[in-house]
């Protein structure tokens, strides 16, 4: 196989790869993290969230989406709440 043939063969099985890879949307996310109760559990199902605040025994999680942003309220390690809703805009 040449070498232009193999890079279009990899090129290919990339992109289809990375197909499901694409963007969550707050309803993907709220899902995922149905019946979840504690920190760990959340980490292991969405990972990371981009945003983490902390005051005092809460913290707020934030995971940004296609189409907003999913807030967790932790308290004590408990997942307490979750609120979905529209990406701030600014300069407005």
């Known amino acids: 196989m040449s070498r232009r043939r193999v890079f279009v063969v990899v090129a290919l099985l990339a992109f289809v790869g990375l197909g499901g890879c694409g963007p969550r949307t707050k309803e993907d996310l709220v899902e995922r993290a149905r019946g979840v109760e504690t920190r760990p559990e959340l980490e292991k199902k969405l990972g ?27 308290i004590a390690d408990r997942v307490t709440l979750q609120a979905a809703g529209e990406t701030e805009r600014r300069g407005r």
């Open 48 to 74: 990371r969230p981009q945003d983490i605040t902390k005051v005092g025994p809460i913290e707020t999680w934030t995971y940004r989406a296609s189409n907003g942003n999913v807030v967790f309220v932790i």
